[in-house]
Structures are given as structure tokens and as C-alpha cells.
């Protein structure tokens, strides 16, 4: 069972929102710190946004900042990302995945568990 679950992907012109959502099923969510990633298609994988396990600090990459927000409520044992202002340069699938370190990472190698991404396609 997989143990990360995106849902709210989809397709959206430019200059609109989607909210990407992902569900944990593996207990203690507190422990984790999560992120967000995306790839494009020929692509590596780029960081997006990360949360500590509180929700007290948050860090993002220069290309989304001011646009998309990262946010969590543990007791759904849930990560979101807000997205607006979406440009079609956003076009990627997207991933959460889960930190055992609790804290801000900005690396894929930091995080341990992936989820099996959502894809976003911004048209212009």
C-alpha cells in the first residue's frame, strides 16, 4: 500500500489555482517533514516547497515564490499546496514526499518515501 497519495491535479489556464492535496496513511505524520516536487518531461526532478513537521517554517523555490503556499494539518494527516498564479512553465507531474528529518530539506535525497505524483497542465 502505497503510503503518500496525491489527488488535485488537472488542467487550468493560465493565471489560475488548483489546491494539490496529499494524504499520508503511515503514522505519526508529526515525525515527517514534507515537500514538494515536480518533473517535467525531460526533466529532472525539481524541488517546489517544504514544511517542518509543525508547519512553523516553510521554504520554496525562486520560481514559485509569492505564487504557490505549503501548508499541512496533521490531524488528516495531510500536506497541501496552494497554487495560484499559474504559468504553463508550472506543466509538470508532482510529487509529495516525506522527510525523516523533520526539517526543511530542499534535496530529493533528504526524503524517503514518494508518493505516485498528480499531473498539472497549464495551458496559455
Known amino acids: 500500500q502505497r503510503q503518500l497519495v496525491e489527488s488535485g491535479g488537472g488542467l487550468v489556464q493560465a493565471g489560475g489555482s488548483l489546491r494539490l492535496s496529499c494524504t499520508a496513511s503511515e503514522r505519526p505524520f508529526t515525525s515527517y517533514a514534507m515537500g514538494w516536487f515536480r518533473q517535467a518531461p525531460g526533466k529532472e526532478r525539481e524541488f517546489v516547497a517544504s514544511i517542518t513537521w509543525s508547519g512553523g517554517r516553510t521554504t520554496y523555490a525562486d520560481s514559485v515564490k509569492g505564487r504557490f503556499t505549503i501548508s499541512r494539518d496533521n490531524a488528516k494527516n495531510t500536506v497541501y499546496l496552494q497554487m495560484n498564479s499559474l504559468k504553463p512553465e508550472d506543466t509538470a507531474n508532482y510529487y509529495c514526499?516525506?522527510?525523516?528529518?523533520?526539517?526543511?530539506?530542499?534535496?530529493?535525497?533528504?526524503?524517503?518515501?514518494w508518493g505516485q505524483g498528480t499531473q498539472v497542465t497549464v495551458s496559455s
Open positions: 514526499a516525506r522527510n525523516p528529518g523533520g526539517t526543511i530539506g530542499t534535496r530529493p535525497a533528504t526524503y524517503d518515501s
